[in-house]
């Protein structure tokens, strides 16, 4: 059955190429995936429910929609997801061409902004996006509406609610704070700071306070139990931090270890540096304790990501830090770890930062 299913697919796309392409060309499979190959509609058409002109139209792809083949055919018809749907096309109105979307450039979307099927209001809704939530462009836009890969999906969005170089107000729980993006101004003192739970003085905005609560407890029901050391860190505390550093080490190592003021995410009152019983504080030996292990496979699920990990100091501009977390809130830090970003700068598709 798959050889038939298989024989049948390199005879559609042999007859796609004939018609559409004219020479020969190898299918195009999605990045990761050997099986699926992408086809991309040749014009405005519609998809049937079953295998026959005379069947009902249950979706309309526009030229230039992405669909994924299904594997399977039958005659001149060929079954295909698009925008979350299955249906039947005429095989001459798809071709194999190679998308443009990963030579596009990453974009972020408005909070709360409606990814939809198809390139009208009218359209539903497929999802909506979370803050800071980012994906590529595939390059093609319909009207006032761009097609994104959202998730392994191709959906559209109002352009007015994309933008391709992201930067976040100091006041947002999304500010990327690194040796080349200081905070703006430098002396931005955040509002709303409560003490964090199981401190005495340790201070963090409400929302990154309260997550640090709720981590701590699920990692209590573990048997895991780590402090809040340091959080928030005013301007003129870092200024006097850092000056210590280069007394002691000089300016090249403190820069490796220390954020010079205004350039500390202390500063924005989201991060936190963690310590556990015994004797490593503040080194590299927290990731192989108890705490160090369960902060690293679990902090996500609190919105928190280890901020400098092993391996990222070229992109960070830091030597590796398993106790410093950082609040980037639940979507953000989940998105982070199911598309494999190691740093925030990878994540948000922006430069290295290993130097000021
Ligand atoms: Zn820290």
């Known amino acids: 059955m798959a050889r038939t299913r298989r024989a049948g697919a390199a005879v559609v796309a042999a007859l796609i190429l004939t018609a559409l392409v004219g020479a020969p060309a190898a299918a195009d499979p999605l990045p990761g995936d050997g099986k699926r190959t992408v086809w991309v509609a040749a014009a405005d058409l519609g998809l049937h429910a079953r295998p026959a002109s005379a069947s009902p139209v249950t979706v309309r792809a526009l030229r230039g929609s992405i669909a994924t083949y299904s594997?399977?055919?039958?005659?001149?018809?060929?079954?295909?997801?698009?925008?979350?749907?299955?249906?039947?096309?005429?095989a001459r109105f798809l071709t194999t061409a190679k998308p443009a979307w990963r030579e596009r450039p990453v974009w972020t979307v408005r909070d709360g902004a409606a990814l939809r099927a198809l390139p009208f209001a009218s359209s539903p809704a497929v999802t909506t996006t979370f803050l800071g939530e980012r994906g590529r462009l595939t390059g093609i836009s319909r009207g006032s509406r761009v097609q994104v890969k959202h998730r392994g999906r191709f959906l559209w969005v109002h352009s007015s609610a994309v933008s391709t170089a992201p930067r976040f107000a100091a006041t947002s729980t999304l500010v990327l704070v690194n040796k080349r993006n200081p905070l703006d101004p430098r002396d931005h003192v955040p509002a709303n700071l409560v003490v964090v739970s199981g401190s005495s003085t340790a201070r963090m905005r409400g929302a990154a306070a309260s997550a640090m609560a709720r981590m701590r407890s699920a990692a209590a029901a573990d048997g895991v139990s780590f402090s809040v050391i340091s959080a928030y860190r005013s301007y003129v505390t870092q200024?006097?931090?850092y000056a210590r550093y280069v007394a002691s080490l000089g300016q090249a190592a403190a820069d490796r270890v220390s954020a010079r003021a205004g350039y500390s995410e202390h500063q924005t009152g989201l991060a936190a540096d963690l310590a556990s019983g015994g004797g490593c504080r503040l080194g590299a030996c927290f990731g192989d304790t108890a705490a160090g292990r369960w902060v690293r496979a679990n902090a996500y699920r609190y919105g928190f990501v280890v901020r400098y990990p092993e391996g990222s100091t070229s992109i960070t501009g830091y030597a590796y830090e398993p106790w410093h977390v950082r609040y980037v809130g639940r979507g953000v830090a989940t998105a982070m770890r199911e598309g494999g970003y190691a740093t925030y700068e990878q994540y948000l598709g922006r430069p290295a930062a290993p130097t000021y």
């Not at 399977?72 to 096309?89: K, L, P």
Request: charged letters at 15%; zero cysteines.
């Open 71 to 90: 594997g399977v055919s039958q005659g001149s018809w060929v079954r295909v997801r698009i925008g979350g749907t299955d249906a039947w096309a005429p």
């Open 239 to 241: 200024r006097s931090l």
